[in-house]
C-alpha cells in the first residue's frame, strides 16, 4: 500500500481556473505538508497541519487554501491559477515535528 | 531564523571513489538535521537525520553522515559510489526551539557517478 499518496499526478489547466490536489496518507501521522518545488527543484513549504491545526502558514498568495477535513487528509485548493503556479507539488507526512517526513509522489501542476 | 546551505549545485565522482556532498546550517537552538534523496520524478525519500548523541549518523543505502557542531555541518558521505547512487540530494534542518514543524530545505545537489 502506498503511504503518502496525491491525486492527480498531472494537471494540466488555464489560466484562471481553479483546482484541487488531494493527498491521503496510511501511516497514522499527526503532521501533513504541503511543499512547492520550482523549475529549479527548490523546495519551499507551503502550509502544516498537526491533528487537523494549521501550524504553519508561510508567504503563500491567498489564492492557496488547504483543508485538513481529518488527520489522514490534507487537501490543496488553488484559485485562479497563474501561469507561476506552474510546479510541482509534494505532500508530505510526519509522526511528530522533529522525525522524518514520507513524501507522496508529486503533483506535475501546468499552468497555460 | 534557521537556514540551510549546500555550496554545490552538483558533485562529479567515479564510481568507487567516496563521495561528500556538503550541508551546513544555522539555527538558535540545536539542530535537527536530516538528509533526502530525490530520484527523477519521484517524491523524497528520507536518507538519514540526526537529532541527538553519536555525531555519526548511518543511514540507507551505505549513507552516512557526520554532525560537527562547532563547523555547524552535516555532510553526507559514502565510501564507495555506485552509478544507482546518481540523484539529487537535499539537507533540510529544524531547530529544536521553533514552536513549529517546520523544516528548511536546501537547495539541493546533483550527485552525478560516473562509470
Known amino acids: 500500500d502506498t503511504a503518502v499518496s496525491q491525486t492527480p499526478k498531472y494537471l494540466v489547466t488555464q489560466m484562471g481556473n481553479d483546482k484541487s490536489i488531494k493527498c491521503e496518507q496510511n501511516?497514522?501521522?499527526?503532521?501533513m505538508y504541503w511543499y512547492k518545488q520550482d523549475s529549479k527543484k527548490f523546495l519551499k513549504i507551503m502550509f502544516s497541519y498537526n491533528n487537523k491545526e494549521l501550524i504553519i502558514n508561510e508567504t503563500v498568495p491567498n489564492r492557496f487554501s488547504p483543508k485538513s477535513p481529518d488527520k489522514a487528509h490534507l487537501n490543496l485548493h488553488i484559485n485562479s491559477l497563474e501561469l507561476g503556479d506552474s510546479a510541482v507539488y509534494f505532500c508530505a507526512s510526519s509522526p511528530s515535528g522533529y522525525n522524518e517526513q514520507f513524501f507522496g509522489p508529486g503533483t506535475r501542476l501546468t499552468v497555460l | 531564523a534557521q537556514s540551510v546551505a549546500q555550496p554545490e549545485d552538483q558533485v562529479n565522482v567515479a564510481e568507487g571513489n567516496p563521495l561528500t556532498v556538503k550541508c551546513t546550517y544555522s539555527?538558535?537552538?540545536?539542530?535537527?538535521l536530516f538528509w533526502y534523496v530525490q530520484y527523477p520524478n519521484r517524491g523524497l525519500q528520507f536518507l538519514l537525520k540526526?537529532?541527538?548523541?553519536?555525531?555519526l549518523v548511518k543511514g540507507s543505502y551505505g549513507f552516512e553522515a557526520e554532525f560537527n557542531k562547532s563547523q555547524t555541518s552535516f555532510h553526507l558521505k559514502k565510501p564507495s559510489a555506485l552509478v544507482s547512487d546518481s540523484a539529487l540530494y537535499f539537507c533540510?534542518?529544524?531547530?529544536?526551539?521553533?514552536?513549529?514543524?517546520?523544516?528548511?530545505f536546501g537547495t539541493g545537489t546533483r550527485l552525478k557517478v560516473l562509470a
Open positions: 539555527v538558535s537552538g540545536n539542530p535537527y
Open positions: 540526526y537529532i541527538t548523541g553519536d555525531n
Open positions: 501511516l497514522g501521522h499527526d503532521t
Open positions: 533540510a534542518v529544524r531547530d529544536s526551539t521553533s514552536g513549529t514543524y517546520k523544516y528548511i
